[in-house]
T-cell receptor, first 116, second 113 residues
């Protein structure tokens, strides 16, 4: 079956512009995650969605970052007024979540964001 | 707070040689442990996971890992490395009711012919 997909695969933008990154999770997975992978920082958790619960936004680095998940499926990560330090690979993952226990996370190929 | 340490940033082995990648974790309860592999330009692929039970877990591509609670370690092993194993390997802790995965910085594996 189809895995997690992300678009675009690459995004180059100018400092100060807004960008939107999209994630399509595996069908039936109720949990969705965003991570950021950058040189020197490794992989960092950004945000977590589970069903209709309020998302855990504790990993978002600033209020320029936001994310939503529509209809419990597709998610969009938005970065406003991009800065050069936002340059990174943004990874999305999804998993099953049953009885409060989340399963293994399946990752998408990522979106490489470059802010000039 | 949970954390993961991968002491080796870069390891080079010859094809056919054995491999061990080290991972030490800090976690306040029974950990859920994972090893992921990332090839250039690719996403993360799960190699294996430990939730409970047998402390020696088998994964895909001939990899295995052993959970040692007394040493807070979860080292990844493979008896004979193939050139296609060249990639970056990440150890992670979390999962279960703690959904935030905390990753180590990764170990880059180079395989010489």
């Amino acid at each position: 079956g189809a895995g997690v997909s992300q678009s675009p695969s690459n995004k180059v933008t100018e400092k100060g512009k807004d960008v939107e990154l999209r994630c399509d999770p595996i069908s039936g997975h109720t949990a969705l995650y965003w991570y950021r992978q950058s040189l020197g920082q490794g992989l960092e958790f950004l945000i977590y969605f589970q069903g209709n619960s309020a998302p855990d936004k504790s990993g978002l680095p600033s209020d320029r970052f936001s994310a939503e998940r529509t209809g419990g499926s597709v998610s969009t990560l938005t970065i406003q007024r991009t800065q050069q330090e936002d340059s990174a690979v943004y990874l999305c993952a999804s998993s099953l979540a049953l009885g409060g226990i989340v399963g293994e996370q399946f990752f998408g190929p990522g979106t490489r964001l470059t802010v000039l | 707070a949970q954390s993961v340490t991968q002491p080796d940033i870069h390891i080079t082995v010859s094809e056919g040689a054995s491999l061990e990648l080290r991972c030490n974790y800090s976690y306040g309860a029974t950990p859920y442990l994972f090893w992921y592999v990332q090839s250039p330009g690719q996403g993360l692929q799960l190699l294996l996971k430990y939730f409970s039970g047998d402390t020696l877990v088998q994964g895909i591509k001939g990899f295995e890992a052993e959970f040692k609670r007394s040493q807070s370690s979860f080292n990844l092993r493979k008896p004979s490395v193939h050139w296609s194993d060249a990639a970056e390997y990440f150890c992670a802790v979390g999962g279960g009711s703690n959904y935030k995965l905390t990753f180590g910085k990764g170990t880059l594996l180079t395989v010489n012919p």
